[in-house]
């Protein structure tokens, strides 16, 4: 299992922009591919995007698609998710995940287990 601890949610105004960051405690961060999840109020968990293992390829929800940035630091063994234009149906908690072995595509089959998930970080926008 890999630990992972997300950070950089918060209460932000509609039309704003907000940078969580996950930090993984892993030697072979750059063996897994990354992926950011959510679960708004009353919901279940969704996937929002994912990065390769050495950055090259990214894959994003359609509610994610010209809004959402993901990308990773290697060296620092961190993936970010820079969030523009936010709106007030994408107050929810923020996970990051790591899995071994996948395409960015298959980040976004909910059923295939994860080698870790982050204990979620919260972002809430105001309209």
């Known amino acids: 299992q890999v630990q992972l601890v997300e950070s950089g949610g918060g209460l932000v105004q509609a039309g704003g922009s907000l940078r969580l960051s996950c930090a993984a405690s892993?030697?072979?961060?750059?063996?897994?591919?990354m992926g950011w999840f959510r679960q708004p109020p009353g919901k279940e968990r969704e996937f929002v995007a994912a990065?390769?293992?050495?950055?090259?390829?990214?894959y994003y929800a359609d509610s994610a698609k010209g809004r959402f940035t993901i990308s990773r630091d290697n060296a620092k063994n961190t993936v970010y998710l820079q969030m523009n234009s936010l709106k007030p149906e994408d107050t929810a908690v923020y996970y990051c995940?790591?899995?071994?072995?996948?395409?960015?595509?298959?980040?976004?089959?909910?059923?295939?287990?994860?080698?870790?998930w982050g204990q979620g970080t919260q972002v809430t926008v105001s309209s």
């Open positions: 995940a790591a899995r071994s072995r996948s395409t960015v595509q298959a980040m976004g089959v909910m059923t295939i287990p994860n080698d870790g």
């Open positions: 892993t030697r072979t961060f750059g063996s897994y591919t």
């Open positions: 990065i390769s293992r050495s950055g090259g390829s990214t």
